[in-house]
């Protein structure tokens, strides 16, 4: 049973974390605390995924708001409203998520169900980014 959980949170971080070029600081103090072996429960796994989505929740934030400043008053009005919208569109996928994966036998689903919310919100942080990034690519 541990075996099976390591590996579907394995491949998770391998299809989820292998899209980027390089390895975020966060994506890394997440791989390390799944490595310990203390974390080789679904408790652990599933805390391990909770701080990273902390983090990455934090990070989303940061880049929101570096976005906002440098947007006119259209563009951020526009992104505020995408941003609400997204946050709605989060809350009902985790929702889904989690009724999905609970619903199923095993324990080694709740870490799953978990990673999907990380997932959602590291993927916004990358889209905020990429703005950014097209924003200042000439300054």
């Known amino acids: 049973m541990k075996t099976l959980l390591t590996l579907i949170l394995i491949i998770c971080s391998i299809i989820t974390y292998g899209q980027t070029n390089s390895t975020h600081k966060i994506e890394k103090e997440l791989q390390d605390c799944l490595d310990s072996s203390e974390?080789?429960?679904?408790?652990?796994?599933?805390?391990?995924?909770?701080?990273?989505?902390?983090?990455?929740?934090?990070?989303?934030?940061?880049?929101?708001?570096?976005?906002?400043?440098?947007?006119?008053?259209?563009?951020?009005?526009?992104?505020?409203?995408?941003?609400?919208?997204?946050i709605e569109y989060r809350d009902k996928e985790i929702d889904f998520s989690n009724q999905l994966y609970y619903d199923m036998k095993g324990s080694m689903w709740i870490p799953v169900a978990a990673q999907t919310k990380l997932e959602l919100i590291r993927q916004r942080t990358f889209e905020l980014e990429s703005y950014i990034l097209n924003l200042t690519i000439d300054k």
């Open 39 to 86: 974390n080789y429960t679904t408790k652990g796994m599933t805390d391990c995924v909770s701080r990273a989505t902390e983090k990455w929740d934090t990070e989303l934030n940061l880049k929101y708001a570096q976005l906002l400043d440098l947007l006119t008053a259209e563009q951020k009005e526009k992104l505020k409203i995408a941003q609400r919208e997204w």
